[in-house]
């Protein structure tokens, strides 16, 4: 999409932000005071989690609707969502008397569903379909098909992501001027196409980066192929970024106008969003924290002191019930949680051996799942531990390998550590 200029440029943000005026979707930009002296740059968060949805998607949702030629249309709207763009077209919706179907896939958590469900109130419908965004999608636009009803796309639209670009408009409107670099989470396109048409248009000298979740990486390897590829999808936790085929639109302006994209461990992720709770006080959603957890990825491009990084907290829906996963998470990507399979002779003292040989002082047991096998001389049992420090790790280890005992380590990403997390 060579010529995405002609249909997404500064003029069409400009457009989208005097029709989202009325509805009041600004948010604040705000100094984080902990990540500034992390970092040695002025870091601002812009605060997209604070809409009355959540979510930077109620300005997509809402442009395209609101903006449809033909006014609201007879069959209603429909569209498929992770959660969040759910949640934009189902204020939308409501406040523009108009009916709507929205798909999700099955594994959406459910306060986003419950989310929804308010929002929209008796105008919208809330299905599921398949596991993914893409099941979701097809579902969408096989229901558009069957009734007449109106797509509303959540990232391959110029009016949807005009919408998005409101975001960096308004960025630069609070700082007055345009920031030195400003970060995007990025699933299907629509964030980073939006504020990169913006910026592009300004003609600012910001450096656009992007952050991505590693189980699925769809924008990188698009743009190392130079068209939108589709990629496994191996992690769907950061679920607000994660789509199997970005937008052609997307990939177009990406190609262009990024400076920089950085690809994020799912548990640096989550170590950032209990960071942004604890220290802060902030409620994200695995998404919303990703530009920020990117930041130590992409020091080379913060500069020298003194400059404004800008970082999208794009939504803030999380579900207390996600914490438990968060923190074990975490855990692991900080080097304090380790899981081992550990071969048990079927003899008295064996578990006193293991305890007294292997662990440290402060080594404790999190997890023990053991399996007694009557015809067997060694029965498996699943041993999670947590250290008190990373550097624990080496001298448990090598008390291990010394201790004559059948031990495995699990290793984060293998499938049966998968299966744990």
């Given at each position: 999409?060579?010529?995405?200029?002609?249909?997404?440029?500064?003029?069409?943000?400009?457009?989208?932000?005097?029709?989202?005026?009325?509805?009041?979707?600004?948010?604040?930009?705000?100094?984080?005071?902990?990540?500034?002296?992390?970092?040695?740059?002025?870091?601002?968060?812009?605060?997209?989690?604070?809409?009355?949805?959540?979510?930077?998607?109620?300005?997509?949702?809402?442009?395209?609707?609101?903006?449809?030629?033909?006014?609201?249309?007879?069959?209603?709207?429909?569209?498929?969502?992770?959660?969040?763009?759910?949640?934009?077209?189902?204020?939308?919706?409501?406040?523009?008397?108009?009916?709507?179907?929205?798909?999700?896939?099955?594994?959406?958590?459910?306060?986003?569903?419950?989310?929804?469900?308010?929002?929209?109130?008796?105008?919208?419908?809330?299905?599921?379909?398949?596991?993914?965004?893409?099941?979701?999608?097809?579902?969408?636009?096989?229901?558009?098909?069957?009734?007449?009803?109106?797509?509303?796309?959540?990232?391959?639209?110029?009016?949807?992501?005009?919408?998005?670009?409101?975001?960096?408009?308004?960025?630069v409107e609070q700082l007055g001027r345009p920031p030195d670099a400003l970060v995007v989470p990025i699933g299907g396109g629509g964030l980073v196409a939006g504020i990169g048409a913006c910026l592009d248009g300004l003609g600012a000298p910001t450096q656009l980066l992007g952050a991505q979740p590693a189980g699925a990486p769809a924008m990188a390897r698009s743009l190392a192929a130079g068209h939108p590829v589709r990629v496994d999808i191996t992690d769907d936790f950061v679920d607000?970024?994660?789509?199997?085929?970005?937008?052609?639109?997307?990939?177009?302006?990406?190609?262009?106008?990024?400076?920089?994209?950085?690809?994020?461990?799912?548990?640096?992720?989550?170590?950032?969003?209990?960071?942004?709770?604890?220290?802060?006080?902030?409620?994200?959603?695995?998404?919303?924290?990703?530009?920020?957890?990117?930041?130590?990825?992409?020091?080379?491009?913060?500069?020298?002191?003194?400059?404004?990084?800008?970082?999208?907290?794009?939504?803030?829906?999380?579900?207390?019930?996600?914490?438990?996963?968060?923190?074990?998470?975490?855990?692991?990507?900080?080097?304090?949680?380790?899981?081992?399979?550990?071969?048990?002779?079927?003899?008295?003292?064996?578990?006193?051996?293991?305890?007294?040989?292997?662990?440290?002082?402060?080594?404790?047991?999190?997890?023990?799942?053991?399996?007694?096998?009557?015809?067997?001389?060694?029965?498996?049992?699943?041993?999670?531990?947590?250290?008190?420090?990373?550097?624990?790790?080496?001298?448990?280890?090598?008390?291990?390998?010394?201790?004559?005992?059948?031990?495995?380590?699990?290793?984060?990403?293998?499938?049966?550590?998968?299966?744990?997390?």
């Open positions: 999409m060579s010529d995405w200029r002609e249909v997404l440029n500064l003029a069409t943000v400009r457009a989208a932000a005097e029709r989202l005026a009325p509805i009041g979707v600004q948010t604040p930009l705000q100094r984080n005071e902990r990540l500034s002296a992390r970092y040695g740059v002025e870091v601002l968060l812009k605060r997209e989690d604070l809409q009355s949805v959540r979510s930077y998607k109620i300005r997509g949702a809402y442009n395209f609707i609101a903006g449809l030629s033909g006014g609201p249309p007879a069959a209603g709207v429909t569209c498929a969502s992770a959660g969040n763009h759910a949640q934009g077209v189902a204020w939308s919706c409501r406040h523009l008397g108009v009916p709507g179907t929205v798909f999700l896939p099955g594994r959406t958590p459910r306060q986003k569903v419950d989310r929804i469900r308010s929002i929209g109130g008796a105008l919208v419908d809330v299905r599921f379909a398949g596991t993914t965004f893409d099941d979701a999608a097809a579902a969408a636009a096989a229901h558009a098909a069957a009734t007449g009803a109106t797509v509303v796309p959540a990232f391959d639209d110029p009016a949807t992501a005009a919408g998005q670009g409101t975001v960096g408009l308004e960025v607000g970024a994660v789509v199997g085929t970005p937008g052609a639109l997307g990939v177009a302006v990406a190609q262009e106008v990024l400076s920089g994209l950085a690809i994020v461990t799912e548990g640096r992720i989550c170590t950032e969003l209990l960071a942004l709770y604890q220290e802060d006080g902030i409620v994200a959603e695995p998404a919303g924290a990703l530009s920020i957890a990117a930041l130590e990825h992409l020091t080379d491009h913060l500069g020298d002191p003194g400059r404004t990084v800008v970082c999208v907290l794009s939504g803030g829906n999380n579900d207390v019930a996600r914490y438990g996963d968060i923190i074990e998470r975490s855990l692991v990507d900080r080097g304090l949680k380790h899981y081992f399979l550990v071969q048990f002779p079927q003899q008295p003292g064996a578990l006193r051996r293991f305890l007294d040989e292997c662990l440290g002082p402060d080594d404790d047991i999190t997890l023990f799942e053991y399996m007694k096998k009557s015809s067997r001389e060694l029965g498996p049992a699943l041993v999670g531990l947590e250290l008190a420090r990373p550097e624990d790790l080496s001298p448990l280890l090598d008390r291990m390998a010394t201790s004559g005992l059948e031990i495995e380590s699990m290793t984060p990403g293998s499938a049966l550590f998968r299966f744990l997390l």
